[in-house]
């Protein structure tokens, strides 16, 4: 006989009803009941793909693993109706030469063999030392240095994307005084061609030079870009040579003597980079900028992202 005082069945507690009674039947959680129209998903909202990496490729690292991002990035577009180069300018070869770690297409082997940024700054550093160790005594200049130690600027690769690699310019060691003979101008360029020469820089060339202009308007340009048509009446002389076996650096011997201007332009140039940077406004000044350099601490990563790019074409110009 039943005890009244008992449940007639487990679920037959205080505070839970019956299946059947009203209020009784439990809230449903989670998806849709069976038999009933399926929400629409979008492509975005579609199950991808489990990221994959080719045999060998690391086991999985860093390079696979953005070799599979890239791949499912161009899967979901190929969903879409968009084939590798449909609408997309920056991508050629089934890659998308934006994300190029480096600037140029085929710079990353000389990236990764040139000296990393650090020692890049610190040969420019002692190169400008060696050769104000030479001109002072000769020719009896003293110097400051002026401008950021050294300037750091980030670069873009050919494709509009940010590119890992960075341009470094060294602070502007500048003369305290000026020199005025055009043959002491000369001789200083001398001495320096062949410091330069040295230290294994190249192309070294006096860009003021009228004897490098052929014609009437090349010789107008000389004039317009450094005051003068002859290098007695010229404002600006500049010597400049490049390095590209340990870097892609360019070294600039700028001479400024502000009594040849007759326009004006040039001294209010001048007068604009002294109050930029300071020091006098007719001077010597030795300056290097190397492009392309790559912190020590990013060539990992440069490594990884280059080598997606192996072998592939980039879009045409």
């Not at 297409?105 to 420019?124: M, P, T, W, Y």
Request: aromatic share 6%; with cysteine.
């Amino acid at each position: 006989m039943r005890d009244d005082t008992s449940p007639a069945h487990d679920d037959e507690a205080p505070g839970i009803p019956d299946y059947g009674t009203p209020g009784g039947t439990p809230p449903r959680v989670g998806g849709p009941a069976y038999g009933s129209p399926r929400q629409a998903r979008t492509v975005s909202d579609a199950p991808g793909q489990a990221l994959e990496t080719e045999p060998g490729d690391d086991e999985g690292g860093l390079a696979g693993f953005l070799d599979a991002v890239q791949d499912r990035a161009q899967a979901v577009l190929s969903d879409l109706g968009i084939g590798p180069d449909d609408d997309l300018p920056t991508v050629s070869d089934g890659v998308d030469w934006s994300l190029y770690p480096g600037t140029r297409a085929g710079d990353a082997e000389f990236v990764l063999a040139a000296l990393s940024q650090e020692e890049v700054i610190e040969r420019n550093e002692a190169l400008l030392a060696r050769l104000r160790d030479a001109i002072t005594p000769q020719f009896g200049l003293s110097w400051g240095l002026f401008g950021e130690i050294p300037r750091i600027d980030s670069e873009l690769n050919d494709w509009g994307g940010e590119s890992l690699l960075e341009t470094c310019t060294t602070g502007t060691w500048r003369s305290t005084a000026k020199l005025t003979n055009p043959l002491v101008k000369m001789q200083l360029v001398d001495l320096v061609t062949g410091l330069l020469q040295a230290e294994g820089f190249h192309d070294v060339t006096l860009r003021n030079d009228p004897a490098h202009a052929s014609g009437a308007a090349a010789l107008a340009a000389v004039e317009h870009e450094f005051g003068g048509m002859t290098l007695r009446d010229q404002v600006v002389w500049s010597l400049v040579a490049r390095e590209s076996v340990h870097s892609r650096s360019e070294f600039e011997l700028t001479i400024i003597e502000l009594k040849h201007d007759r326009t004006g332009r040039f001294l209010e140039a001048a007068r604009a980079r002294a109050e930029l940077r300071g020091g006098p406004m007719s001077s010597v000044d030795l300056e290097i900028v190397s492009r392309g350099t790559l912190p020590a601490e990013l060539e990992d990563e440069f490594r990884d992202r280059a080598r997606r790019y192996d072998d592939r074409e980039p879009p045409a110009p």
